[in-house]
């Protein structure tokens, strides 16, 4: 289980009710912070909560594009989880994709937030129902060890990340270069 989840958003994101209801009813922490409330220096503060953290959920909304200072923040905190190494694992490129938090990225279905975000291991387009819910819940309760998701690597040559996939779609944008994908054979 996860002990400890970071939730990245936008304080204006109207899905956070969502959110905030995935948390309610289990064990896990979740980390909300917001530039405005945090005491000087923010990055210290920051860094401290997401190297505690064992995930980073990173809310993809219309008003993350629309705050500079907040888009860039996510971007620090998603810096933070790819790199993120405990003090006993030294670091080693080989091992890059086992050493970073896992991260989940969310966006609402049928919205495209043009906000990439370079290291992905979880995405799901969402429209907030019960199934999810339950989905979500689940997969933070039997974390890490939970198989959920459809192994996907972006197709195109520049990019080619890999991730699971938490939605049963076929067509969507990547999270990381934020071209669109057409699974086939799903």
């Known amino acids: 289980m996860y002990s400890k989840v970071f939730v990245s958003h936008n304080k204006d994101d109207p899905n956070l009710d969502f959110f905030h209801r995935i948390f309610s009813?289990?064990?896990?922490k979740a980390i909300w912070m917001e530039f405005e409330n945090i005491i000087p220096p923010p990055y210290e503060s920051?860094?401290?909560?997401v190297n505690q953290s064992n995930a980073i959920f990173v809310l993809l909304s219309e008003p993350l594009l629309n705050k500079p200072h907040t888009?860039?923040?996510v971007s620090f905190e998603?810096?933070?989880?790819?790199?993120?190494r405990?003090?006993?694992?030294?670091?080693?490129?080989?091992?890059?994709?086992?050493?970073?938090?896992?991260?989940y990225v969310f966006e609402p279905f049928q919205t495209h937030v043009n906000f990439a975000v370079p290291?992905?291991?979880?995405y799901?387009?969402?429209?907030?129902?019960?199934?999810?819910?339950?989905?979500?819940?689940?997969?933070?309760?039997?974390?890490?060890?939970?198989?959920?998701?459809?192994p996907v690597k972006c197709q195109y040559k520049d990019c080619q990340v890999?991730?699971?996939?938490?939605?049963?779609i076929e067509e969507f944008y990547c999270p990381t270069c934020r071209r669109g994908i057409e699974l086939k054979n799903h």
């Open 119 to 122: 290291y992905c291991t979880y």
């Open 162 to 168: 890999e991730f699971k996939l938490l939605s049963n």
């Open 86 to 103: 405990s003090p006993a694992v030294p670091y080693r490129p080989q091992l890059f994709k086992q050493i970073g938090l896992d991260v």
């Open 25 to 28: 009813g289990i064990n896990t």
């Open 78 to 84: 998603i810096g933070l989880a790819a790199n993120y």
């Open 71 to 73: 888009s860039n923040w």
């Open 46 to 49: 920051i860094r401290k909560e």
């Open 124 to 150: 799901m387009l969402y429209e907030g129902n019960i199934e999810e819910l339950k989905l979500l819940k689940e997969m933070i309760q039997n974390a890490p060890s939970h198989n959920k998701g459809l």
